[in-house]
């Protein structure tokens, strides 16, 4: 599968910005795809995942209640609405797949598939 992650940009802090990953190449009805973060000189890290099939969300406790992950399962696409943005959520966030149902997984090196990242600028 292939993943294109869209939708970064230079924000204020508590603004919104709305991520988008369009997949391609496979049916993903046995997919788990998910949002990782980079942020400068750090690991990358999980932010939030979804089952495709049923949609079946996870998000991390740094982001719950400000980040919501979604499906158009029409229309191949994943989004993260990002709301209540903080300096501290600046990264470069890719969109990742894995294949199978289990998505309550935050490691990495499950998710076989990734997009090519988007960067997420908030400033203070």
């Known amino acids: 599968v292939q993943l294109q992650a869209s939708g970064g940009g230079l924000v204020e802090a508590g603004d919104s910005l709305r991520l988008s990953c369009v997949a391609s190449?496979?049916?993903?009805?046995?997919?788990?795809l998910a949002w990782f973060r980079r942020a400068p000189g750090k690991e990358r890290e999980f932010v939030a995942a979804?089952?495709?099939?049923?949609?079946?969300?996870f998000h991390a406790d740094s982001v719950k209640g400000r980040f919501t992950i979604s499906r158009d399962s029409a229309d191949n696409r994943m989004y993260l609405q990002m709301n209540s943005l903080k300096p501290e959520d600046t990264a470069v966030y890719y969109c990742?797949?894995?294949?199978?149902?289990?998505?309550?997984?935050?490691?990495?090196?499950?998710?076989?598939?990734w997009g090519q990242g988007t960067q997420v600028t908030v400033s203070s």
């Open positions: 979804i089952r495709w099939n049923g949609g079946t969300t």
């Open positions: 190449g496979r049916t993903l009805s046995n997919y788990c």
């Open positions: 990742a797949a894995k294949v199978g149902w289990a998505c309550v997984v935050t490691d990495e090196r499950y998710f076989g598939f």
